[in-house]
């Protein structure tokens, strides 16, 4: 009979062999010359922008209206200052609404005529709604498309995640759910960097197990597995809102509270004895480490220190 | 690490990202993770957390998914025995799933193991014995050599 060490040599063995056959993804050195690479283009881009900028108001002094200004206005100036990373510069699209005086002089002294323009910016928050799913819908599949229509040409995100949006402002992404309940908060952006926040909150009901039995729940698991654990994933996020993923096992339905100053969340463990969740801390102050208390419904509890990195 | 991760997330699609998102996360923590005596003790930390993580494995193949990528992308597969074994792996609770990883194929000791999960040596031979008897029970094994 095949020993399990045997066994597990041989698995051990696959997997090795498999990871040895692809190309390395990463390791200490290429971060650091991918990273390097990174911001030799930032640089790159931010002179490139920066030359943009300048063409764009050389243009704009001389003559040209953009397309988003209004029919009386001739012009704005785009502040010169050279900005350092990309994302500052991103909405080319100015994003205030600013007066600026042009003078052009022309050739004969005594006709000196003076433009007062104004540039008409876009400020209006793009529009955003979902149409899929419904507010409170329960799902016992845990893959869902969400669905909405914002404005033609805004990017649409949950989280790190980009929803596609076509020519027509409609959007969509496919989202797996973890059991109980979800909440998705969805953000539009329009090109002038205006934003919108919609949010719905759909559950995922796990299908019923209709073998579950006295007989399958003395065979196993051990009564050990079920006893209340909570473990944190993170500790520290650099990404915006911050996040942390916290999990752990507690008996089957055990309600799990996740607080905070900054932010709770609230889940149950699942059939398995397993939980997990996501909670967000937005209004987190960065670089101050504060305590994230995670509780079962005796009181149990343990504490983890989170902290928001930008 | 892309073997323990592949190993604890099961996912092949997900496997590269798994671990080069944890050496992205040492290297913007590189001030701090410097200082440890071990930095890739806290990398394989960090992959064997994220990999077990199953809301974010899942979340990693919806993402793998929207970019398309190809199957030919993907980690090759292993045999379908040995696919069976590490889903046993990943069905055991999840400090023993990763102490059985941990040791199975980084070969690594009781002293080390219980280094990158942070817990005691005596916590991770429990993890290890009831790990190794929960995986020849379902796999038919006998339990073979001592750990």
Known sequence: MTTLDARARSAAHSINACVAEFTPAASFDVIAVRQTRWRTIQAGFAGVVAAVLVVVAG????????????????TTVVEPTVPQEPEIVTPIVTDTTEMAETTTTSEAPETTTTTTTTTVADTTPPPLTITAPEEGKHFEIDRIEFRGATEPGATVFTGKYQATVDAEGNWSIVLILSPGANGARFVATDPAGNQTEATVTVHYDLPETTTTTTTTTTSEPPKEE????????????????PYDVYWGTAPPGTPIYVESEYGSGTTAANEHGEWEISVYFPEAPGGKEFTVKVKDDTGQKYLFGFKRLI | MIGLAYALSGSRSAAEDLAQEAFLAAHNAWERVSQYEKPEAWVRRVVANKSVSMFRRRMREAKALARMKTESSYLPRIPAEDDEFWKAVRALP?????????????EMSVVEIAAILECAENTVKVHLHKGRKRLADRLGLQMGDAT
């Open chain 1, 226 to 241: 079920y006893e209340f654990t909570a473990y944190n994933v993170y500790g520290t996020c650099e990404e915006d809102p």
């Open chain 1, 59 to 74: 243009i704009a002094i001389t003559q040209t209206p953009t397309p988003e200004v209004a029919e009386e206005t001739v």
């Open chain 2, 94 to 106: 999840k400090r023993q799933s990763q102490a059985i990883a941990l040791h199975y194929l980084e």
